[in-house]
């Protein structure tokens, strides 16, 4: 059985930081490219980061750009997002995935295999 587990959301003012884990199992991790997603009330769901299965390489979205980053550790199983800098439009629902060798393409939520089921970060001005 897959189980994508997120942890780390909570409530944080803007300018603060959050560190989301997510906890995979039932899958061979190294195989895997990780992303993390996110969907704020009455939005599409947005892509955020992601670390490619091969390379260990990652893409992130322009909106976060130099204050988010994405980590894995592959003995544990785990995936990370460091958030910094929050902005009140950072809040959403954030969604960990998995993706079978999924390669450049990390950014489309479609090519994804697995989903979490999200973690609530609010961000208060």
């Known amino acids: 059985q897959v189980q994508l587990v997120e942890s780390g959301g909570g409530l944080v003012q803007a300018g603060g930081s959050l560190r989301l884990s997510c906890a995979v199992s039932?899958?061979?991790?190294?195989?895997?490219?990780m992303g993390w997603f996110r969907q704020a009330p009455g939005k599409e769901r947005d892509f955020v980061a992601a670390?490619?299965?091969?390379?260990?390489?990652?893409y992130y979205s322009d909106s976060v750009k130099g204050r988010f980053t994405i980590s894995r550790d592959i003995p544990k199983n785990m995936v990370y997002l460091q958030m910094n800098s929050l902005k009140p439009e950072d809040a959403a629902v954030y969604y960990c995935?998995?993706?079978?060798?999924?390669?450049?393409?990390?950014?489309?939520?479609?090519?994804?295999?697995?989903w979490g089921q999200g973690t609530q970060v609010t961000v208060s001005s």
């Open positions: 995935a998995a993706g079978w060798r999924v390669g450049v393409s990390v950014p489309t939520d479609d090519l994804y295999d697995y």
């Open positions: 039932g899958i061979t991790f190294s195989t895997y490219s």
């Open positions: 670390i490619m299965w091969s390379s260990g390489a990652t």
